[in-house]
């Protein structure tokens, strides 16, 4: 569970592992897999940590998390 901050100030738990989606709109628009939706103060780069921690956090023999390369950084495909 993360804890995040509505757009009225209050805060809520969320169930992370129900995050679908994470986007700007501009504010943070959090979609869960039940298809509610959460606008929320915290920027979607602080949604994305708060969830990576809780995984951390719940999986710790799992290491560090690594984003794989994109775009202009990504290895050439060897198929």
């Known amino acids: 569970m993360i ?14 592992e129900l995050i ?14 039940t298809g509610n939706k959460i606008n929320v ?3 979607v780069a602080a949604v994305v940590g ?4 809780y995984r951390r956090q719940c999986h710790p023999s799992a290491g560090p998390a690594v984003a ?4 202009d950084d990504a290895p050439p495909d060897d198929r």
């Open 3 to 16: 804890v995040l901050t509505r757009l009225n100030g209050t805060q809520v738990v969320v169930n992370a």
């Open 20 to 33: 679908e989606l994470i986007e700007t709109t501009p504010d943070t628009l959090v979609t869960l897999t």
């Open 41 to 43: 103060r915290e920027p």
């Open 50 to 53: 708060r969830v990576l921690e």
């Open 68 to 71: 794989p390369p994109c775009g």
